[in-house]
């Protein structure tokens, strides 16, 4: 070490008693202004005021009390060890930018130097001081010739540091360490208390969330043992009727007819289900590949056909659509769109239309559309749309539905990297559309 390069000051108990001699604490007039500081600080705290508007009421007052100086905090982040501004109104906004996360060691200047050996620092000039060699260029230039920074400590440690700046080379007396001291531990006061209400609120929250998650179990439970009693009922009191009586022919093939869409049902439920549960555990298989829409849509209108002619709707491919590729699980697309093409089918009127077309929607995605003339979704239910077990439809439509189609549609959709979007059409019926990214050659 050079010798005019000094290792900056520690305070302790023994330097203070050897600047006084004695014991010494603030006058009547520093000891009002302190109150009524301390007042309005912890006011502020009562209130719930943000950290960084109270920690800047802690240094203005500081700064009023002690001529010539600028103050700021710094607050510790344990996971880093490093410094970063709590509150620092009268430092220039540049020099509070470069010394932003300032690391925690002992040749960090003084804060950091402070918050390392948990006790206060002085740097009488900082021009001459060995402990700012690597920050000194950053503070000269803005006026910073000395700082004395004293560590905050906290319930679980030290949570920040205490710094005061002199635009000359100063040594504080007693009176400003004993001010220092004693703002430095209201500044304790306002950080344990927002670090205490920070974990309240997170542990609030959690419990909030776990509170919602365990109520919307026990609604899902409850729907579910409501929509699977419904069929379940049915198929055990065809059953016993077919047990215990001898029917004519005609009427035991209803009974059989109405445990057959009773069991279709439980297992189509049971189906949804299992996809919802896997795509939640994102343990769904979905192989991404070169789907031709015109195939597909040609074997989903096929297919559902029948459907339409039993309801008295046309279902007719869009006269204008485009036919392209997209990149997508075809068994799991061709999924979607039947559970699409089949609720515009069971929700329309007779003699209505069900349209199904596919369009460039963009330079690297396409939009396949299925229209339909149906009721339309009142607009208050819209929201519902995904939620399971809510058939918005039921009152529209005597077919037997499990309230999942949709849910299961829109989750397939997004783990084949699109998205599903339902709206009401301008003039009647409903639209839905899957957009997808568009399969490139070389696939």
């Known amino acids: 070490m050079r010798a005019d390069e000094v290792a900056a000051d520690t305070v302790t108990a023994d330097t203070v008693a050897a600047d006084t001699g004695a014991s010494f604490d603030l006058d009547h007039a520093d000891s009002l202004v302190l109150l009524r500081r301390q007042t309005s600080v912890l006011e502020l705290i009562a209130a719930g005021t ?46 509070s930018a470069r010394i932003d996360g300032l690391p925690v060691g002992p040749q960090a200047g003084s804060c950091g130097a402070a918050a390392y050996l948990g006790r206060p620092v002085i740097a009488a000039d900082i021009r001459i001081d060995v402990r700012w060699r690597q920050f000194r260029d950053i503070a000269t230039p803005h006026g910073m010739r000395s700082c004395w920074s004293s560590p905050i400590q906290g319930r679980t440690g030290i949570v920040g540091t205490f710094a005061v700046y002199h635009d000359h080379p100063h040594r504080p007396p007693l009176r400003e360490r004993r001010l220092v001291e004693r703002f430095t531990h209201l500044a304790s006061v306002a950080i344990d208390h927002a670090e205490l209400f920070r974990a309240r609120l997170e542990a609030e929250v959690a419990r909030a969330a776990a509170e919602a998650a365990s109520q ?87 297919l559902l056909a029948p459907l339409a002619v039993e309801h008295d709707v046309i279902l007719r491919p869009a006269s204008d659509a485009g036919r392209g590729a997209v990149g997508a699980d075809r068994r799991r697309l061709r999924q979607v769109l039947i559970n699409l093409v089949t609720n515009g089918i069971r929700y329309n009127h007779a003699g209505g239309w069900v349209e199904v077309g596919a369009k460039d929607s963009g330079a690297s995605t396409v939009t396949v559309a299925v229209r339909d003339s149906g009721h339309g979704i009142p607009a208050e239910k819209m929201s519902r749309l995904f939620t399971p077990f809510d058939r918005l439809g039921a009152e529209c439509s005597a077919e037997p539905g499990t309230g999942l189609g949709l849910v299961v549609a829109r989750a397939l959709t997004e783990a084949m990297g699109g998205t599903l979007e339902i709206r009401n059409a301008a003039e009647a019926g409903t639209t839905a559309e899957i957009t997808l990214p568009a399969a490139w050659c070389g696939w």
């Open 50 to 95: 943000p950290l960084a508007e109270v920690l800047t009421c802690v240094v203005v007052a500081l700064e009023e009390l002690i001529e010539g100086s600028r103050c700021s905090i710094l607050l510790f982040d344990p996971t880093t060890a490093t410094l970063h501004h709590g509150a620092a109104p009268s430092l220039p906004p540049a020099y």
């Open 216 to 302: 919307a179990k026990s609604e899902f439970v409850t729907v579910l043992n409501h929509e699977l009693r419904t069929p379940l009922q049915a198929i055990t009191g065809f059953t016993e009727l077919l047990r215990t009586l001898d029917l004519p022919p005609g009427r035991r093939q209803a009974a059989l007819g109405h445990i057959d869409a009773a069991a279709e049902h439980v297992l189509s439920m049971a189906d949804d289900l299992l996809d919802i549960a896997k795509i939640e555990a994102d343990a769904l298989p979905i192989r991404v590949e070169p789907v031709e829409l015109c195939g597909l849509l040609d074997e989903v209108l096929a």
